[in-house]
């Protein structure tokens, strides 16, 4: 998985409850991206990062923020988790190792929203 | 924005024949085309990719080929094998500031022994 992990794995809360995910990379990745994963729609971009505290939007991110405070995190954040964003969430990173082109994913958070 | 289609949403194909899965996509200036393998329960996996200047990229048994006037790619297995049964993923890279990829809906493809 290119060295990335995310934190936690799965998780179940309550609508209205705030949710943290955590994508970790260990060899200093310039980009980094989040995804979530729903039947049908492939992966949908939710918000990416170039840099430190440097980030933006993507196609589907109403209802997300995200922070990169250190080059190996990158935090997703649901403020008030709703049943819609249950979904399954990847990180993927990116460098000019890989000519900005080639995005390698982690292992996937699996969230359910009840 | 870019739209992309793939098709078809499942396949299914006995050992040994040929798979193809085809992807087309909006905008011209597009420029990168990989093609992703997830398992059961992983992420997705690069398993090849081509670039704008090139019309076919051929790795084993898979190999891809793009037709930029047409605006539309293919990802080839050949010689399938119970193991590549997986969903694979088409995406495409436009000339965007974030090397943002778009990514299609996704084809389950199944190999029966």
């Known amino acids: 998985d290119a060295g990335i992990t995310q934190s936690p794995r799965h998780k179940v809360t309550e609508t209205g409850t705030p949710v943290t995910l955590r994508c970790h990379q260990t060899?200093?990745?310039?980009?980094m991206y989040w995804y979530r994963q729903d039947p049908g729609h492939g992966l949908r971009l939710i918000h990416y990062s170039y840099g430190v505290k440097d980030t933006d939007k993507g196609e589907v991110s109403d209802g997300y923020s995200v922070s990169r405070s250190k080059t190996e995190d990158f935090l997703l954040t649901l403020e008030s988790a709703t049943s819609s964003q249950t979904s399954v969430y990847f990180c993927?990173?990116?460098?000019?190792?890989?000519?900005?082109?080639?995005?390698?994913f982690g292992p996937g958070t699996r969230l359910t929203v009840l | 924005g870019e739209n992309v289609e793939q098709h078809p949403s499942t396949l299914s194909v006995q050992e040994g024949d040929s798979a193809v899965i085809k992807c087309t996509y909006s905008?011209?200036?597009?420029?990168?085309f990989p093609w992703y393998k997830q398992e059961l329960g992983k992420g997705p996996q690069l398993i090849i990719d081509?670039?704008?200047?090139?019309g076919e990229k051929k790795d084993q048994r898979i190999a891809v080929t793009l037709n930029k006037t047409a605006k539309h790619f293919s990802l080839h297995i050949t010689e399938t094998q119970p193991e590549d049964s997986a969903v694979y993923f088409c995406a495409v890279k436009g000339n965007n500031a974030g090397n943002m990829l778009t990514f299609g809906g996704g084809t389950r493809l199944m190999v029966k022994p």
């Open positions: 905008d011209s200036a597009s420029n990168y």
């Open positions: 993927a990173i990116s460098d000019i190792t890989f000519s900005y082109n080639e995005q390698f």
């Open positions: 081509i670039r704008s200047n090139v």
């Open positions: 060899e200093n990745h310039r980009y």
